[in-house]
């Protein structure tokens, strides 16, 4: 009899602990957000957001159109943590988690990526040694300094695996970072290092600027498919391509420092063909402003 | 008998790690501290040399007093030379197994895998330890075919000829100062020949090491590579960190004949109170090839300007420089480019890091003499500078006296951009992960050329003196 008790209790303990472990991954299954809240950004003594809000859910792709000195690349770059992009006011926040108290590389690790608008040259440093370095940081966050990284082989196979998915030449791995890369190029290895770390959050910074039709073409179709339930996306865009290929389930609109409108893909269509006028009609007080910065920088 | 852990080895910046020091008590013979006529005999005599080297001994020490310091370059106003220790022998004999040399000297060539990398990657290697060599090794077939591997003391009473030939003749003791001062005092170093048309297929080593504090340590090396052979001689030189000086202060005189290939690698990792001025030069007949690769890493202070004549038509001549300064170091370095003669080609690779207020200056020279028509020089300075504290300067000579050559020179300073940490980061990477990946990549470009096993070590030396840098 007393065997029994002990069996029984011993069986539901066990299911209990099962069932604890079933919730806990769930709750790291759970769908992250990234919050943006009242943001405010200066960069010198020029302040340029002023109390941006934004909500971005993995699985979501976000446009973020406006005109030229509007604050977009300005939002990108203090969402990864630029150093001369000060944040004066407002939160970032992943799950609870405050972002801006991260350097960019635990930003990083915590599942967030930038492709940047004009990527920088590392002359010396071969895209297979500096991707095998970042993927390792990125996939085992806690790795120290000096611990041994993802084993070659295991990484040759998904860098090659990953290029014949882009469509890329495997002679990049062994280029040095960016050096001598076209323009076009530069653009494709943001996209392949988007491809190789997975990010929960994505941002891209103009990526489709300065490429020819067919250049856009292929970061657009290489985008579209590694953006899917695991990854909310942040597309800053001048242009419409790109969110051919990445219909937008929100578009939102910058002036002078703030989101001035968020409205669905329609809104990113009609802001192609007629401009931001309209806009500027709709928020005279960010136009006045808008008018004014551009008065000081000249 | 104890090998006891300098302490005031500098964990903090760099952590330079061959700072110990072994016990000096069971030594063979160390001289009184000072430099004079006296001394110089006492040596020679000590050597069981013949009349013309004391000779030549006694008239360097004559050149040595006449000329003046140089008051160019680096700091030498501290140096002292009446405070160093001319001669120190550790152990009275070379050894030809390892199993023999005295186990405290052993010790440490184990600690810095002299051995280990004999058995893997060396056709022969000679160790020096203060003023001698401690053991030496040359692999039997190449000993057959006629190579010569050996000490300069015993090349002097084995192969007097072919000694006197060379010996003295590229670089005189008037040339310099330092040349004339090791002219006076030299013991050890190395001596090589390679028979016409022999290649050695791996290279050869010498081990430089410092222990005693305050020591000078002036080897001597020559080397003649004859008709359509080649050679890779590598060397590395450490020394304890102690509070005061040591001084190093090397000659070393290369011939290479018509279709011979020469490449010189040296990985000068000394602890910081050492003074390195050391004076190279090599000389290049028809269709030759000479290369100095040249990585300075350690010293208080490195004045190394490694030369080569081009004497004949098709000869080449290359130099790679790498240099890291760091805080209380100087390296002044670079190359010397002389064309003699018509269709020569020369090209010099200088990278230069500095960081915690280190300098690095390149120094270099493109003569062309009168007649040597239809040159080619090309002459590439980089230099990456860490922090705010740290300093890089350029002092490129040249002297042309012909007008149909081609002649290039590009200089580039550059820091570690933020845009570039920050690129790095957004990928991961640490700061100093980031930093060391950059700086790694600066210097790529001659790492690359070096065999792999020293590629390692000076990535792993690199990396070393870039832990902790970072705040």
Redesign the interface.
């Known amino acids: 009899m007393r065997e029994i008790v002990v069996e029984v209790i011993a069986r539901v303990v066990d299911d209990l602990l099962r069932l604890r472990k079933h919730l806990v991954e769930a709750d790291f299954e759970m769908n992250s957000k990234l919050k943006i809240e009242n943001l405010h950004v200066q960069v010198g003594e020029t302040p340029i957001l002023k109390g941006v809000h934004l909500e971005i859910s993995q699985g979501e792709i976000h446009a973020l159109m406006g005109p030229n000195g509007s604050g977009k690349s300005t939002l990108a770059y203090a969402l990864?943590?630029?150093?001369?992009y000060v944040v004066t006011q407002g939160s970032i926040d992943i799950d609870g988690i405050d972002v801006n108290e991260l350097?960019?590389?635990q930003?990083?690790?915590l599942g967030m990526?930038?492709a940047?608008q004009y990527?920088?040259t590392?002359?010396?440093?071969k895209v297979a040694d500096?991707l095998r370095?970042?993927?390792t940081?990125?996939r085992t966050?806690d790795r120290k300094?000096g611990e041994p990284l993802m084993p070659m082989k295991e990484f040759r196979i998904e860098l090659r695996d990953t290029m014949k998915q882009l469509n890329m030449d495997p002679e990049f791995a062994r280029r040095?970072?960016n050096d001598g890369f076209s323009g076009g190029e530069k653009k494709r290895m943001e996209i392949l290092?988007l491809a190789m770390?997975k990010p929960r959050f994505a941002l891209l910074d103009e990526t489709d600027s300065g490429l020819d039709s067919d250049a856009v073409r292929v970061v657009s179709e290489g985008l579209a498919k590694l953006s899917g339930p695991d990854m909310g996306v942040l597309i800053i865009t001048h242009h419409e391509r790109l969110l051919e290929y990445n219909i937008p389930n929100y578009t939102h609109v910058m002036l002078a420092g703030k989101i001035v409108e968020t409205g669905d893909a329609s809104l990113a269509h009609d802001l192609h063909a007629n401009g931001y006028a309209e806009v500027r009609k709709r928020h005279p007080e960010e136009a006045a402003q808008e008018q004014k910065q551009q008065e000081a920088t000249v | 008998m104890s090998t006891d852990i300098a302490d005031n080895t500098d964990v903090g910046v760099g952590a330079y790690q061959y700072g110990f020091h072994d016990s000096t008590d069971n030594y063979a013979f160390t001289s009184r501290k000072g430099l004079d006529a006296e001394m110089v005999s006492q040596i020679s005599e000590m050597k069981g040399e013949p009349d013309w080297m004391r000779e030549f001994r006694l008239r360097s020490l004559e050149i040595f007093d006449q000329k003046p310091m140089p008051n160019w370059g680096g700091d030498l106003s501290h140096l002292d030379f009446q405070d160093i220790y001319y001669y120190v022998k550790a152990s009275d004999h070379q050894e030809k197994s390892w199993d023999d040399v005295p186990e405290e000297i052993r010790k440490t060539y184990d600690r810095l895998g002299i051995p280990e990398a004999e058995k893997k990657y060396l056709s022969g290697v000679k160790a020096q330890y203060e003023s001698e060599v401690v053991y030496g090794s040359l692999d039997g077939d190449l000993a057959k075919l006629g190579v010569i591997f050996t000490d300069t003391v015993s090349a002097l009473r084995d192969h007097p000829e072919l000694f006197r030939k060379y010996f003295g003749t590229l670089i005189p003791p008037s040339d310099n100062k330092f040349a004339a001062l090791n002219s006076a005092v030299w013991s050890g170093g190395s001596f090589i020949y390679i028979p016409p048309g022999v290649n050695l297929e791996f290279p050869l080593q010498a081990y430089f090491r410092i222990n005693t504090e305050n020591m000078g340590q002036f080897e001597r090396t020559l080397i003649i590579v004859d008709e359509g052979a080649s050679l890779h001689y590598v060397e590395g030189c450490t020394a304890p960190t102690y509070s005061s000086d040591s001084l190093h202060s090397a000659v070393v005189e290369i011939v290479v004949n018509k279709g011979g290939r020469c490449r010189y690698t040296t990985i000068q990792n000394w602890s910081n109170n050492v003074y390195n001025l050391v004076t190279k030069r090599a000389m290049v007949y028809q269709d030759g090839l000479m290369e100095w690769i040249d990585g300075n890493l350690g010293s208080r202070l490195t004045m190394k300007y490694p030369a080569i004549y081009l004497m004949e038509p098709g000869a080449r001549g290359e130099t790679l420089s790498i240099a890291f300064a760091s805080k209380d170091q100087h390296q002044d370095a670079g190359a010397k480019m002389v064309h003699c003669a018509p269709n020569t080609t020369s090209r010099i690779i200088s990278k230069s890091i500095t960081k915690d207020g280190g300098r690095a200056s390149y120094r270099g020279l493109v003569k062309v003499e009168k007649g040597a028509v239809n040159c080619k020089s090309n002459v590439i300075c980089d230099a990456l500078i860490l922090d705010p504290q740290s300093q890089s300067d350029t002092y490129p000579y040249i002297e042309i006296e012909e007008s149909d050559v081609t002649i290039e020179h590009e200089a580039s300073v550059s820091k570690i951009?933020?845009?570039?940490l920050?690129?790095?980061?957004?990928?991961?990477?640490?700061?100093?992960?980031?930093s060391a990946?950059?700086v790694?990549?600066?210097?790529?470009?001659l790492i690359k050329e070096l065999p792999m096993e020293y590629a390692v070590e000076m990535n792993r030396l690199i990396e070393l003196q870039m832990e902790g840098s970072v705040g």
Request: net charge negative; proline share 11%.
């Open positions: 990864m943590g630029h150093p001369k350097d960019p590389c930003r990083a690790r990526f930038l940047f990527p920088v590392i002359p010396g440093v500096f370095h970042a993927i940081n990125v966050p300094e040095y970072l290092q770390l | 951009a933020e845009e570039q920050l690129y790095l980061m957004s990928r991961g990477l640490t700061e100093s992960e980031a990946m950059i790694t990549g600066f210097v790529e470009p």
